[in-house]
């Protein structure tokens, strides 16, 4: 396998095309080198040339700081135009390595976090007729972005290509309140104000019969999580055409392969275990890497381990301590591009960094959960059931289905600074929730909750923050849970077979029982044990008024300037305890860090007024005194 493109950055639309060029090269130029996932190769953008008429080539070398930067400015789209000034013009550009790649037919761009380009992940697209098309596959793996400067439309895989092109970057208000509702900002906001993000599984088309107008785009759903209208039932009927599928996915994902070893990030749990016992039946070499959290945390590293004995892998633990988190704290943020709050983040950062030494492609288990209604999903069925016989409750089912984020939606009137607060109050976070929980695609309350997973945690959360970490540390990342035949047959399975009494999971545990040790496909699920409130009351203690000082959350304008002391003091109420106190102050720590790296804001004035400069022994001494 040869290196392919990992991003793309372009545009299209109506205007002088000399001056869209000069702010697409103007961009280029001020790339940062290790924005490139290409090991310290040269760095190249390269396009690829319209494939109609066309009245434009260029072709500009610059050397900076080392590095070859060659732009090789695409040719003019042009279609049934009589004069210049009335066809769109458009040009993309790619940042990574790429010589073989050929387009799908009227694509301009495509990218596949997997490296497998027979289904590109993010594309763009030119249609007669002047039709401008950007569009995403069902499982999120890939971004894509866009903003309206102009008459023109800028697109590109990564938010920070388009930041240089907004002439005053801001903070989305909606954005930063969905992030705080979810740890992660839901499609199609950014953080970012006039940046908007393709939804998963979804095009948007831009049709101007009219030219040199911009319209508003329409949206086209090209992949809808829908219930069958007839259910499988039978037991042994669901085992055997399960493993069918599971095959075939890891065939087709293995297929381009030739004798190179792969990557597994190897839990200990059911759905990377699955995985990587698939591709040990496939033949392939396969290294396991698993992280070590040290005596911090749940300890899992005890499961990976039989895990990798059983099938005969080698197995590397990867450490995942304070310090190594700290490390890597930053070049996280700077990978994850988007804010995002889950603190399994900068602990699969060390995983793929660690990968890297040994392989260029990674698989994972990720997608599992979604589709065979994992551990997360009991809560809501009681909710479910309880709202179906309690219709006028305290909460509807949406209301609950939020509270399983545990994030900070709630305590807005605590959480945000007086004009913010009145901002929000007019922002409805479950609206954000309507569509994926759709019960008229899916009646079912388990279908119905499967495909809120796909579509909420799985598309906008799991696999654009799995992908994004792997090709910042050069690899493509390959989730064989995420094919379209597999998901769509699991909306064929009865309620039953995917929750069987207590048993989450109970047909895929049933498919995969004789291909993994017993303890591990029955065993209890437990979400990755990130030692999140251990780090932050201890190791991160004096680093989190750093971090969260109130004087930069002050002069942000946005959160409480106080709202970390508030946390660890206990004022936030009594779900903000144990667990919880880490997850809240890193959605926070993380926001704080990419709003720093990402806006170029810098403020040198902190203030000392918080607990965070004492010894944290001192601190508790005084509030128990305080209390008395």
């Not at 280029?28 to 390269?46: D, I, K, Q, V, W």
């Amino acid at each position: 396998m040869g290196d392919i493109p990992h991003n793309f950055f372009g545009y299209w639309g109506y205007g002088a095309q000399h001056q869209l060029e000069a702010l697409l090269t103007g961009v280029l130029e001020n790339l940062s080198p290790n924005l490139s996932p290409t090991r310290g190769e040269a760095l190249n953008f390269s396009s690829f040339p319209g494939k109609e008429k066309s009245n434009h080539r260029g072709h500009r070398e610059n050397y900076d700081s080392g590095n070859l930067l060659e732009i090789r400015i695409s040719e003019t789209f042009c279609l049934n135009c009589q004069e210049k000034d009335d066809f769109p013009v458009w040009n993309v550009v790619y940042i990574g390595l790429d010589r073989n790649y050929s387009l799908l037919k009227n694509q301009i761009a495509g990218v596949s976090a997997s490296g497998i380009f027979t289904s590109p992940d993010a594309w763009v697209s030119l249609e007669e007729n002047n039709c401008l098309i950007l569009g995403r596959e069902p499982f999120g793996k890939m971004p894509l972005y866009w903003t309206v400067q102009g008459q023109a439309i800028w697109f590109a895989t990564q938010l920070k290509l388009l930041l240089p092109i907004l002439q005053q970057p801001d903070v989305s208000v909606p954005g930063l309140y969905g992030y705080s509702c979810f740890s992660y900002v839901p499609t199609p906001l950014t953080p970012v104000t006039g940046v908007f993000a393709v939804p998963a599984g979804t095009e948007l088309i831009w049709r101007n019969p009219n030219l040199n107008i911009l319209e508003t785009p329409k949206s086209k759903n090209i992949n809808s999580w829908r219930q069958a209208p007839k259910q499988l039932t039978d037991e042994a009927t669901a085992i055997a055409q399960l493993q069918v599928l599971l095959k075939n996915s890891i065939e087709q994902q293995i297929a381009d392969l030739s004798d190179e070893p792969v990557g597994v990030f190897l839990s200990g749990g059911l759905d990377s275990s699955v995985v990587a016992a698939l591709l040990v039946q496939a033949g392939v070499k396969v290294r396991a890497y698993t992280l070590d959290f040290g005596h911090a945390g749940i300890p899992e590293y005890s499961y990976a381990e039989q895990v990798a004995e059983f099938l005969k892998i080698p197995l590397v633990k990867v450490a995942a301590q304070p310090n190594h988190i700290k490390n890597a704290l930053i070049p996280t943020v700077e990978a994850l591009d988007l804010p995002f709050g889950d603190g399994a983040c900068v602990p699969l950062y060390l995983l793929s960094q660690r990968a890297s030494q040994e392989t260029q492609i990674i698989f994972n288990g990720e997608g599992g959960d979604q589709l065979f209604a994992g551990w997360t999903n009991k809560p809501l069925i009681a909710a479910g059931v309880y709202q179906s016989e309690n219709p006028a409750g305290e909460e509807t089912f949406i209301q609950q289905y939020l509270r399983t984020f545990h994030r900070l939606w709630g305590y807005e009137s605590q959480v945000y600074q007086p004009e913010i607060y009145a901002e929000i109050e007019n922002l409805h976070p479950e609206d954000w929730l309507l569509a994926a929980l759709d019960a008229t695609e899916c009646p079912s309350l388990l279908h119905r909750l499967r495909r809120g997973g796909l579509m909420l945690k799985g598309a906008q959360n799991i696999h654009p923050r799995a992908s994004a970490l792997g090709l910042a540390n050069g690899l493509w990342v390959r989730s064989p849970f995420c094919n379209l035949d597999l998901a769509q047959w699991t909306f064929g399975l009865s309620g039953e077979l995917c929750l069987k009494g207590a048993c989450e999971k109970y047909i895929l545990k049933r498919a995969v029982e004789n291909w993994l040790p017993h303890e591990i496909v029955w065993r209890q699920k437990r979400g990755m044990g990130v030692p999140l409130t251990s780090w932050c009351l201890n190791d991160f203690w004096h680093q989190i008024g750093v971090w969260l000082n109130p004087e930069i959350l002050g002069a942000n304008n946005h959160f409480n300037p106080h709202i970390a002391t508030q946390i660890v003091e206990g004022k936030f109420g009594a779900a903000i305890q144990g667990r919880r106190i880490g997850e809240i102050l890193w959605l926070l720590i993380m926001w704080q860090l990419w709003r720093s790296h990402f806006l170029n804001e810098n403020f040198s004035k902190q203030s000392w007024n918080h607990p965070f400069w004492l010894p944290r022994w001192l601190w508790k001494n005084y509030q128990i005194i305080r209390n008395l």
